[in-house]
């Protein structure tokens, strides 16, 4: 097995495109017991009735003896050799009793669903049950990946969807691979194809796998609705839950947010994180999310500017009560490490973490530095902002709301009275207190009205906070 995962990546490094696998869980199955209103799969004595309206392709795995069987209108079995039906005649001892028993309904059973796919690195994986852990846009096929419905199967399944289409590189059905989409549009066309695919969008393939080994962001954002309304998010017992990128609910745990550089490689970055740390007995119950993911700055919060992609590792345990997401955040902190010191080699230009306890990583001296700057800056915008009111007021350009009434309001609360013992609001010196400003001529005076002058060569004012300045200059 070890063998086989290192070739794997070695492939997926060499041709820096490996694909990820999304298998569908769900199937039509007749030996499926599931499958039936009575959890049971119906046998010799047993009269099987589907719906009249029911539209599905059943498969057939194994030869079975029935009582009786009504068929709906549209409907289709797929046979595999040897399958087949009789009819009993009489009584089955083998079986009991026998029930009218009835095929479930799948209609509404949905593509956009994350928790009917499972995700895998290789389809040798998928068969051995070693799935990978996503967000919930990414746990249903992302448009480089391999859709799979497993080998002697059927489905049926609603690819509604935002827009007319749904994109991913390859569709397996019943053995067979799509990834050239003349032959999947004619595939979908068929009775069969329309037995197994419903809904208000199609689906097509491509056959593009993501060429970049930094990673594919997975291109679902388009169809979040639509994934995160099959979702209900569970109770949080932890202090600052996180909100992940790409995921419906917030989490409680960590997440590592990693600036790449070009020789970085996704793919093997998840398979040295699994054997360094997953791997380990202590992280055993800890699941990994890891992508690429799209992050859009925003100016002041509001006008996007610029789209950025950088790594976001999301970390969750298993605990519950005050540990809940403690053990992620301790993983977090050695990810760190692990990124600091082997950096060069990773591909990681600079890493950091959020934890859901508040924590974060300590890159403390440039965030502060940050902090001052921006305290600096939004000072000196809000003193200017004072002195050009005042100046307009000065000048009866503006009128003042009356402030009083706004300050009345603080009673409600716990503050106590407005310049009460209690009342700490807002102590900045540089506003407040304005005894404590050396006497500044102009700055609330009349005079203010003096310092401005118009002359042919420019306006010259003095600012109050500087000297002189001459803006003509
Ligand atoms: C039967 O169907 C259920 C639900 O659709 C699925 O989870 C399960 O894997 C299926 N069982 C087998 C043996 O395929």
Redesign the pocket.
Known sequence: MAITEDVFLFLCILSSACALYKQW???T?FE?A??WDKDLVPCGSDQVEFPEQTKVAVYVGAAHALSGMILPMDGEFILASRAGFSITEGHDPACGEGVITQFKDHNSLKWFDPALWKAAASLDDLHRGSYLFFVHEESVPCQHDDAVFRDA?SFRVDISANGGSVLVKSVSILGQTFSNNFDFSHYMASSLGKLQFHGSSSLRVDGSACNDPTGCPCGNSANRDWICANIECSQLDCKKPLHPVGHCCDVCGAIVTIQFSANFNLESYRQHMQNLFLSLPNYRSLQMALSKVSKTHRLLGVIPYETTHEIQVVLQDQNAGPASGMLAEALAREVLKDASAHGSELGIDRAEFHASSGASSSDVSAAIAGNVAAGVLGTLAVLAFIVLMVVLHRRGRLSMPHLPSLRRRRKDGEIGEPGGPIDHGFDNPMFEKTNMIPDVPGLYGVESLNTITLTQSGVHFINPVYDETDFSA
């Open positions: 869980v769900s199937d199955n499926n599931t499958n199967s």
